[in-house]
């Protein structure tokens, strides 16, 4: 059967993102600017390849394949359904040029899929009487109502992270950016300051409309460190990777110089040039509530069937209500927090999306709730080129999905 990814775009969310592409932005001097996830529409050819069944042992094959084809690095690929991992696979070179393999249990940068991760920290926190989704960035950082932008004084939490707060689209306009990497302070200091920073900026765009920003999810990190006095790491790792066994996940490119994970990429299909991990590896650390957790499959896999509990009424993290919230975006919109929503035939109705790249990574999730459908895969290289295979090996596991239901 032919199974297109896109057969429902995400037109009006798409073309709501302003100056955001695949590639994301690119800074001055060579520097990478932060992880952009366009919530971009999906493939719009559909696929008659016979893929197979899933859980008939052969997805390695399927997706060596897409990733021959794309002329990727390296491919990993997940399905999920009703709780469970039904098949993984992962192919390719950790880095072009060596001669070590991608396995299963390596971990990938999944960029602006982080998001949504930070969004779920914040019902915890209002789940507990810390904050509520009206607080407001005046309300958290007092000391900076007369000196922030002042529309920026009544913005709601919620707003941040439905993206409809106006603040600034473009982080590298931020007086810090070139000196970021280089600062020695903690983690905590330099997000309250790059946040400080942002709220000095004008804003963009009209406020309650969808914007796509990455300034408002790292000043919504910025506010629930306030509030308990932990890192927004610690926060994620506390009450997100601990309870749900995500002993993988951590911050920033994996891996090191001797290339036990995989290393991201530069260039395109035919040119990859690898990127060794170091400061100049991802974006800097202090951007991290908008994208730079890193993931083995099966870990994100467990976040997924998480996701999907929540979306089935099941209380887990938070409660149910509280996931109804995240994955609900405001009238007029189709973006949630850190969720894209729309509709897909193959998904019987409802998906929850989201793209993510810091140029030298790519990952895609779908989730279809109808179905307990739960879909990842990744790249270890950016831009088109990773878009077109990442969505090609989605495509391929709904194919092999509707091959095994249908029997």
Known sequence: MIIGVGEVGLIELSKAIRGLGRSGYRGTGGLLALAVVALLVASESGLAQEYGVAGDANLQQVIESIRSDNQLPALVAVLVHDGEIVEMAATGRRAVGFDELVTADDVWHVGSLTKAMTATLAPVLVERGDLSWDTTIGAVFPELVGTMNEEYEDVRLEELLYHTAALPV????????????????????QRYRFAVELLGMSSEGERGEFQYSNAGYIV??????????????????????????????????????????????????????????????????????????????????????????????????????????????????????????????WAGGRVLNHHGSNTMWWA??????ERGLGLFAAVNAGGDDAFKGADAAVAALIARFEAAASR
């Open 170 to 189: 473009d982080v590298l306009r931020a007086p810090s950016w070139a000196s970021l990497r280089a600062d020695t302070a903690a983690m905590t200091v």
């Open 220 to 345: 919504a990190g910025a506010m629930l460190e306030r509030v308990t006095g932990l890192g927004w790491e610690e926060l994620l790792a506390v009450e997100m990777f601990v309870p749900l066994g995500m002993g993988s996940c951590g911050f920033g490119a994996p891996g090191d110089s001797s290339r036990d994970e995989p290393w991201g990429h530069l260039g395109k299909a035919g040119s990859w040039r690898p990127v060794e991990p170091g400061p100049y590896a991802d974006n800097p650390l202090v951007l991290g509530p908008a994208g730079t957790v890193h993931c083995s499959g099966a870990d994100y896999a467990r976040y997924m069937i998480e996701q999907l509990a929540g979306a089935a009424g099941v209380d887990g993290l938070v409660s149910a209500a509280s996931f109804q919230v995240l994955h609900t975006p405001p009238a007029g919109s189709v973006y949630a927090m850190g969720w894209g929503v729309g509709a897909r035939g």
């Open 364 to 369: 895609s999730v779908w989730l279809a709730p």
